[in-house]
């Protein structure tokens, strides 16, 4: 069974960083892209950044370049994501999705891990 | 990047009734989109990938088509474990795109 546990999110001041994991089971985790998607307070969901396979290659979403910066570590079937320089808008609950094979959709999702930017 | 306008944002509905939801998107997506299904307090859980195809142990009373911009999502014989928001994913270009969802309520 695919699981995927997101553990470290929390309250953290403006300007502050943040880094937070997913733990993924189930699955043969170096075989897939992975992902983070949020969604703020009574919003809808957002793509902020996948990774492939190997993590060779990574993309985000314009609002995060240079801020965010995902990892993933194959030997411990471990996705991560560096939050630097938050801002209130980053506020959100933030799901590990993982992508599908072929076609890059978000198959799976983690339980979630809340992120509050606040003062 | 690819506007997904998803509408009705709210939808009413009796149990036993078919409703459907519908995304457009602002270029052609060559077919490549999701269907989610949230609630509250919990992940999305996929339903449909490639417009139509259901995921395995979703049931039947789910369907998705579409083609080119325009796509639909629909359930018949609406239950109450169907309650929940419901998301379109357009997955043909990145940036990745959701639809603003669909929040589905008992009548």
């Known amino acids: 069974e695919v699981q995927l546990v997101e553990s470290g999110g929390g309250l953290v001041q403006p300007g502050r960083s943040l880094k937070f994991s997913c733990a993924a089971s189930g699955f043969t985790f170096s075989d897939y892209a992975m992902a983070w998607v949020r969604q703020a307070p009574k919003k809808g969901l957002e793509w902020v950044a996948t990774?492939?396979?190997?993590?060779?290659?990574?993309y985000y979403r314009d609002s995060v370049k240079g801020r965010f910066t995902i990892s993933r570590d194959n030997a411990k079937s471990t996705l991560y994501l560096q939050m630097d320089s938050l801002r209130s808008e980053d506020t959100a609950t933030y799901y590990c999705?993982?992508?599908?094979?072929?076609?890059?959709?978000?198959?799976?999702w983690g339980p979630g891990t809340m992120v509050t930017v606040s003062s | 990047d690819i506007q997904m306008t998803q509408s009705p944002p709210s939808l009413s509905a009796s149990l036993g009734d078919k409703v459907t939801i519908t995304c457009q998107a602002s270029q052609n997506i060559n077919k490549y989109i999701a269907w989610y299904q949230q609630k509250p307090g919990k992940a999305p859980g996929l339903l449909i990938h490639y417009t139509s195809t259901l995921v395995s142990g979703i049931p039947s009373r789910f369907s998705g088509s579409g083609s080119g911009r325009d796509y639909s999502f629909s359930i018949s014989n609406v239950e109450s474990e169907d309650i929940a928001s419901y998301y379109c994913l357009q997955y043909d270009n990145s940036p990745w795109t959701f639809g603003g969802g669909t929040k589905l309520e008992l009548k």
């Open positions: 999705a993982r992508q599908s094979y072929v076609d890059w959709y978000f198959d799976f």
């Open positions: 990774i492939i396979y190997d993590g060779s290659s990574t």
